[in-house]
């Protein structure tokens, strides 16, 4: 079990160590499996040009660091980083050692109480809600809204799927993921009180031979 697993926010709370497990013993093959991310760094550059000079951003899902909070941080902002893997937050630590990496479950953070972390001008969400059952995505969205400052902004992706807690063979491991058909994912980001100013979508296919080809969607947005 991930070190420190065992403090998630709430007793009884959904027990996602498999998928923790699972990245674990990814690690350095994470990256090795899907090194071009050309919709995730351009998603990231969206933010960059929109940003406050030195704000502080949060990269929801960090994983390795690679390459959005090395991004972020390389642009001046202040990075603090969450996942839910152990391996992945220490990862990121060597990659962008003036970061802060938190290993936690992202459908409870917060902003204030013992576990908060304070609110962000600009959040990066990639590709780490499908990690969630569809029915805590819109709880998790909400309070993404919540950590932002008001008209803070927020860049999302997801993978474009109809699917809810379906386990998948993923580089080697089993891990669960959700989805959406792009329609149903615009509505769920607009009742979470968020306002779409943009999007792009993009085909990808993993340098890994056992994943899939994929379509990404990624959507830029604003706290309303």
């Known amino acids: 079990m991930s070190e420190g697993y065992e403090d998630r926010p709430e007793e009884g709370g959904p027990d996602r160590r498999g998928q923790a497990e699972a990245f674990d013993a990814l690690g350095e093959r994470y990256d090795e499996a899907f090194p071009h991310k050309e919709g995730q760094l351009a998603s990231g550059e969206w933010l ?22 090395r991004q972020l941080a390389d642009a001046g902002h202040r990075v603090t980083g969450v996942d839910l893997s152990a391996r992945m937050v220490e990862l990121a630590r060597q990659n962008v050692p003036e970061g802060e990496f938190l290993q936690r479950d992202i459908a409870f953070l917060e ?19 499908l990690m969630l059952p569809r029915r805590e995505i819109p709880e998790t969205l909400g309070r993404l809204r919540e950590m932002l400052v008001p008209r803070g902004l927020i860049s999302l992706s997801m993978v474009e799927a109809d699917l809810d807690d379906t386990v998948i063979p993923f580089i080697g491991e089993t891990i669960r993921v959700s989805g959406y058909l792009r329609d149903e994912l615009r509505q ?37």
């Open 188 to 224: 769920v980001v607009r009742d979470a009180g968020l306002e779409i100013a943009g999007e792009d979508s993009y085909a990808y296919a993993p340098a890994s031979a056992t994943t899939a080809p994929e379509h990404q969607l990624f959507l830029y947005c604003r706290r309303v």
């Open 111 to 129: 902003a204030e109480g013992p576990q908060g972390i304070g609110q962000f001008e600009g959040i990066a969400c990639f590709f780490s809600l």
């Open 48 to 69: 960059i040009k929109r940003l406050p000079p030195h704000s502080r951003v949060l990269d929801v899902g960090c994983g390795t660091g690679l390459p959005t909070a």
